[in-house]
């Protein structure tokens, strides 16, 4: 990774967490530094995403497992589609929650976190249906679609994982949900960034035109020996001859 736009996002990171919390648009938990922060509306917000035709048409919809986003895991499980929740590291797969198989009062259990743990199945990445819809928690992001999370990267490692597998098509949208507070003007895009093509905050939708380029699948030069170890699916992966 360049040291320099590695400074630079972080700093982006930190302009936006700190305006969130000096604007009081923060919402638990806390501290949401070091986070993909909730953000007061994020109800809302997951609200307008959920009259989008991008997720109208989707019948299998990944969602990050971040605090902010549970309210689309809830629109995704009400709307009666198949949800996907990555597991730490990928090291088991996704948990994927079917709502036919629950009653109506489960769906809101079933939107948190060890609630899908508790009421969906552990699926292993080769058993995955095709995605149609992938949801990114964000930190920042532009009106372009650039955009960075909390520094981690493995939202981009799941993604070209997904990518290396089939799994996940070039033409499959991406969008996320954020608050106003998180629109900056720049972000530095790095070759195994995934930008996004759709942007929802509570208060409007922005389609990012034309959309950006992202990775085909695991750009494995960027890779270090310790993310590898972190991450035995790109293990799996590479041995599979997913890095030809």
Known sequence: MNEDLSTRKQAIRESVWARLVAERQAAFPF???????????????????AEQPEFERARVVKVNPDAPQRPVRQRVLDARKLLL?????????????????????????????????????LV???????????????????????????????????????????????????ATTVHDAQIVDS????????PVDLIVTPT????????LPKPSGVLW?????????EMPVLQELRRAGGDS
């Not at 972000?187 to 995934?194: G, L, Q, S, Y």
């Open 187 to 194: 972000v530095p895009i790095e070759p195994f960034d995934v």
């Open 221 to 229: 030069e960027y890779l270090s020996d310790r993310r590898l170890e």
């Open 124 to 174: 292993p990445l080769v058993e995955l249906p095709a995605i149609d819809l992938i949801v990114f928690g964000t930190v920042a992001v532009t009106a372009r679609g650039a955009r960075v999370g909390k520094g981690e990267g493995y939202a981009e490692l799941e993604y070209a994982t997904l990518r290396t597998l089939g799994r996940v098509g070039p033409n499959v949208p991406i």
């Open 31 to 49: 501290p949401i530094r070091g986070r993909i922060p909730n953000f007061r509306g994020a109800s809302a917000a997951a609200a307008r995403l």
């Open 85 to 121: 929740m990555p597991t730490p590291r990928l090291r088991g797969g996704f948990v994927v929650v079917d709502p036919a198989r629950l009653d109506a009062g489960d769906r809101a259990r079933a939107s948190s976190i060890a609630g899908a743990f508790a009421l969906g199945s």
């Open 204 to 211: 409007r939708v922005i389609r990012c035109e034309p959309r």
